[in-house]
């Protein structure tokens, strides 16, 4: 099957980009490694920001100072001014595809308090935005013609001299290796928090795939150590507490019963107060008993269920546990707005990185900016692929992935990949975790340095083709591993501490390093970082891409 654009990801930055690229005349595809209704951005709950009166100037510039401030430095103006100008628009447009946010009294859309926001700018949907936004934007690509290629897991993509010719993929139902040849491609395939396994709201399998398949196609990535950690997860699922409950009126207390930060600070800072009180013998809980039953079953109806589901705890009556868990990944595949160093390649939502966030996201920014984002991705792969023809698919990538498949498949192996994902997770919570120092990055990079090598031994112990789930997870680990080094060696590199990476080391920010770290594999399994701006290899790739 050829397309004029393929869309890798089924979050809203991908449902967004493919309603947008979709023509009366074009083939669209959207792939996904599983179920369309499982993402990232169905899981993110409390809402999207936006300035509703585009004509409100003074409250857009309050949005792009918040989200400045939150950056710490590493931001990109352009981008945010684009984020939140396009905020209200975007906001209209969900509501023309269909999305019902909650409205006050009077029919306007209603809108809550997020933290570091200094006004009340979050629109929602209960509790259950990302996934009401979701089901949304599916129906609507359907609508348009674009195809859903889901139960694909993309291996890389191929390219001519310095353009992109098309995405090489597993179909998971036979575990056959297919080429999808396009014109132009959009990754929008999500974070890498899940590599935090057992201690990540996102699911296991969010774990920088895309960003993986970017550093073996010599794109670069970007910022790779700023991994947000959400201050309320529930403590033996790590299932996500909606900051819309602290948005609501929730307290934070420990268990002498004392508040002891703003609750609507930004993430850092709150999930750093709560692990102090975990570290000095507190536990730390959610306290919703003073909001009225009604008003938690109407603005909050997930938690309440999840809570009493997981927890078995009645937040209306009772104080809910809650620890801080990693959430969210501001590093991302190195882009100018949307735009990569590889020609037809755009890249949005959280596998991106163009400085919207900076050191640090807020809360309700990350719908925004895949609906904005992956809005102009799609505008721009579309110009892209018109009056283009396809390039020829470099078939010596295609063979080089058959034998991946081929060598998990053909050999026994005693290792286990479960065993190995689990301790990944532990490690990079434990080492490379809320508060990172030297000791511990070195021996979480011994250790994955010893999981590499052990990686390399896995092989599916069940060998039929039909959707093997050890083949996928064996390609996930190896790709997970990959993006913990470039982590472990970014946070190593950044010998401060700033936004959402916290180094007891270095506790104070370093003007000096006010710049963001690259992360470029020049070498299968060896990385080069540097400063951006202060490479003279840098400069001269660039000069040789452009
Ligand atoms: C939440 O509801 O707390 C998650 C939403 C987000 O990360 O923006």
Redesign the pocket.
């Known amino acids: 099957m050829i397309y004029d654009v393929v869309v890798v990801g089924g979050g809203i930055a991908g449902l967004m980009a493919s309603i947008e690229a979709k023509t009366a005349h074009n083939k669209v595809a959207l792939i996904t490694k599983g179920n369309i209704f499982k993402s990232n951005s169905s899981?993110?709950?409390?809402?999207?920001?936006a300035v509703l009166d585009s004509s409100n100037n003074e409250e857009i510039k309050k949005h792009i100072k918040d989200t400045v401030e939150s950056a710490k430095g590493l931001e990109d103006l352009k981008a945010i001014m684009y984020m939140c100008k396009n905020a209200g628009r975007i906001v209209e447009k969900l509501v023309s595809y269909g999305v019902e946010f909650d409205k006050n009294e009077d029919g306007s859309i209603a809108q809550r308090s997020?933290g570091g926001g200094s006004s009340k700018r979050?629109c929602y949907v209960g509790?259950k935005?990302?996934s009401a936004i979701t089901a949304t934007l599916i129906k609507k690509a359907k609508s348009v013609g674009v195809e859903f290629l889901v139960n694909n897991f993309v291996m890389n993509i191929t390219k001519l001299d310095n353009s992109v010719s098309g995405v090489v993929s597993i179909r998971r139902f036979d575990s056959s290796i297919v080429v999808y040849p396009a014109k132009s491609v959009v990754f929008a395939g999500g974070g890498y928090a899940g590599i935090y396994r057992g201690f990540s709201?996102n699911a296991s399998d969010y774990t920088g795939d895309l960003l993986a398949v970017a550093l073996r196609a010599g794109l670069n990535l970007k910022d790779m150590e700023f991994v947000?950690f959400?201050p309320?997860g529930m403590p033996k699922t790590s299932y996500?507490?909606?900051?819309?409950?602290r948005g609501e009126g929730g307290y934070l207390v420990n268990s002498d019963g004392n508040r002891f930060v703003n609750e609507l600070d930004t993430?850092d800072v709150v999930s750093r107060a709560i692990t102090e009180q975990i570290n000095n013998g507190q536990k730390v809980y959610i306290d919703l008993r003073h909001l009225s039953r009604e008003h938690i079953e109407t603005k909050l109806p997930s938690l309440y269920k999840s809570a009493y589901a997981q927890a078995g705890i009645d937040v209306c009556e009772e104080l809910l546990e809650i620890k801080p868990v990693a959430?969210?990944t501001m590093g991302g595949i190195e882009a100018k707005m949307t735009s990569t160093d590889l020609k037809g390649l755009f890249v949005c939502g959280e596998c991106a990185n163009n400085g919207v966030h900076g050191a640090n996201?807020?809360?309700?920014?990350?719908?925004l900016e895949g609906a904005v984002f992956g809005e102009l991705a799609g505008i721009e792969a579309l110009k892209f692929s018109q009056n283009k023809k396809f390039l020829p698919i470099d078939y010596e990538i295609v063979a080089r992935d058959i034998k991946v498949v081929d060598t998990i498949f053909s050999s026994q192996t005693t290792k286990n990949f479960n065993a190995m994902r689990i301790t990944l997770g532990k490690t990079m919570f434990e080492l490379c975790g809320i508060h990172k120092n030297k000791e511990k990055l070195i021996q979480a990079f011994d250790y994955l340095k010893y999981l590499r090598k052990e990686a390399g031994n896995l092989h599916c112990i069940d060998k039929s083709k039909g959707n093997n789930v050890e083949l996928i997870a064996i390609l996930e680990l190896k790709n997970a591993l990959e993006i913990a080094e470039a982590i472990v060696l970014s946070a190593r590199k950044r010998k401060e501490s700033r936004g959402a990476h916290s180094r007891d080391d270095y506790p104070q920010e370093d003007a000096t390093m006010k710049k963001s770290i690259l992360v470029h594999e020049f070498q299968k399994g060896y990385f080069k970082l540097w400063f951006e701006g202060n490479n003279l290899w840098s400069k001269i790739r660039r000069k040789l891409l452009s």
């Open positions: 899981l993110a709950s409390g809402g999207i920001n997020f979050t509790d935005t990302g709201t947000q959400h309320t996500l507490v909606s900051e819309a409950a993430r959430h969210y996201r807020l809360g309700g920014n990350s719908l």
